[in-house]
């Protein structure tokens, strides 16, 4: 599937926070003005592929910028999944875990309210303990049998990234140089900036690379490489990776399924990022590749490109009647970006 639709997931978001939570659509309510949002290059997308029926793969990428007593904070929240099954069961499960995390972690950014960076490696492992428990309500209610999915995510705020990861779903995050936004000041890319797997994969060939007994070119063709060993939904109870990394301004993060990263290999991956600081471009390069080489399987990438936050956020306007409340400006990317806000009511500090 796709990223989800704006307005359904809107009006779930909304639901899902404390009574009397309002949501706007309409850009002329916004109290964001657009020159208050710091700037996001974020590009993302799937797609079924060559060989498959139907699309298994899920994707939300976000920026989230909170108002709250006169400061504006911003983070973005980056997820990919893949879902398994057979049927509709791994299409349901890929999304549900994808909209569960979502909704956790932005529950998360809207319960903090102290000055300090937040930590939000609790947050994520929350967020894939809940899109778990949700996958298997729906397997439960559905009767659907194996079905499950890989989730990934990426949770940015100011120069740290929080990663929490289940299956063979890859983040990848270039190091040791800056691969530059095209047409901005000191534009092109580092000989130096390396694009490094951050994740491991939880898969049988997975296990046999970490043991030494093949190495990871060996591994793209395996008979085993679509075993996985730990899933959102399956296994007696979810043991995700939560780790943090540093992500400077220019710095960027890649999320895919094991239909990116099982047709090119890692150097193929950094050579395209290396040689195309457009992401726009960067992603259709990739796309290109993966159906030049007959697509097997369904396929979806999130780029995401970290940007120096303006030193003085302007201003936001605010309706009447705003005390005591927190406004959320949230944006999604896609191939295209759509947006929509909403008015919380602040709880008090417990």
Aim: charged share 25%.
């Amino acid at each position: 599937m796709n990223a989800p639709a704006i307005v359904p997931l809107a009006r779930r978001l909304t639901d899902s926070l404390n009574a009397g939570a309002r949501l706007l659509i309409q850009p002329k309510e916004f109290c964001f003005p657009d020159n208050s949002i710091p700037p996001a290059d974020i590009y993302a997308f799937t797609d079924r592929g060559l060989k498959r029926d139907d699309n298994q793969d899920s994707f939300l990428a976000a920026t989230l910028h909170v108002w709250r007593r006169g400061d504006v904070r911003s983070f973005a929240a980056l997820l990919v999944a893949d879902g398994m099954g057979g049927g509709r069961g791994g299409d349901l499960a890929a999304a549900a875990a994808v909209e569960t995390a979502f909704f956790h972690v932005t529950r998360g950014i809207l319960a903090h309210n102290s000055e300090a960076t937040p930590d939000f490696s609790p947050i994520v492992r929350q967020a894939v303990e809940a899109a778990d428990a949700e996958v298997r309500r729906i397997a439960a209610e559905k009767r659907y049998t194996d079905m499950g999915t890989t989730l990934v995510m990426g949770v940015v705020s100011q120069d740290r990234l929080t990663i929490g990861n289940m299956g063979d779903s890859r983040l990848y995050k270039s190091r040791n140089g800056r691969i530059s936004a095209s047409g901005a000041p000191g534009a092109g890319v580092s000989d130096a900036c390396r694009l490094v797997q951050e994740t491991e994969d939880h898969s049988l060939v997975g296990e046999i690379v970490k043991s030494g007994m093949i190495d990871k070119a060996q591994a793209r063709t395996h008979k085993l490489r679509s075993a996985i060993t730990r899933a959102v939904g399956q296994g007696d109870s979810p043991t995700p990776d939560i780790f943090v990394r540093s992500l400077a301004a220019g710095e960027t993060a890649m999320l895919c399924t094991d239909g990116v990263h099982g047709v090119m290999n890692d150097a193929e991956l950094e050579a395209v990022m290396q040689k195309t600081p457009d992401l726009r471009v960067a992603a259709g390069r990739i796309m290109q590749t993966v159906l030049s080489r007959e697509a097997p399987d369904n396929f979806t990438l999130v780029l995401y490109r970290a940007v120096a936050a303006p030193s003085t956020p302007d201003y936001v306007r605010l309706p009447a009647g705003s005390e005591g409340k927190v406004i959320l400006r949230v944006r999604l990317f896609g191939e295209t970006a759509s947006e929509f806000e909403i008015h919380v009511r602040e709880e008090p500090p417990a």
